[in-house]
């Protein structure tokens, strides 16, 4: 059976329960023409709400590679850095984030994952998007290897997402660094983003492929942002290396 087509009891239930499965999601992904799609991961008004009352006073990141069964602890020293929270709060989060983090690892169908977790405070860093695609997070060795992100906004704006033709690709190729001009290509009224809650799978890759092509959205007020990676074990090794290349330590970036 295709990988991608497995599909765990408990994703089936949820699929049922709460839309588009990851399982559902990842299939879309594999033929849509833009690189991106939105999936219900199950995420309650209780648990949004849960995740509001986090206290973030400062912008902050954290990479883990790997060691899925630490990232229940790491997710809930992360929630102490940014901020005074209470215990309770913390650890509802973290066991939330936990059970997002097994599903979308147990949808892919790999082994493994690198996860991000972000905290921003307002800035204007973004009010200009900063289009750009994610080139591939690792090298594979089977052609027909689907790699994606999988992003979700827990707190504040969601991420923006541009459904770019592949004719714009083509003709935007050596300009879309030029965050001025993209903001001309890219027209509002075709921006799309997930809900709050609502995660986002997208390919990385080649800009005149199919790989998704995203902005961070204008972030006028906190933003509490998670994203994974799904890998291989062999994977991750030369996934982290690159990554801490480009972020030295876990900090303000
Ligand atoms: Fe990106």
Redesign the pocket.
Known sequence: MNKWLKISFSLLISSLLHGTSINGALDELKSDPYGFAFVDVGITKEDLENFSSIDIQREWVYHQFGEMERVQEIFANFFGEIGVSEHAIILRAAERLKEIASDVVKASGKETAWICLRSFIPTNRFDLPRW???GHYYRSDEPEDLIFKFALTLVGPTTLFYPISRELRKTTEKTVRNRQYMKNVCKQENIVSPKIGEGALFISGQYTSVAAL?SEPPIHENRLFLSIVPCSEKQIIALKSRVTALYPKDSRN
């Open positions: 750009h695609v994610d995203h």
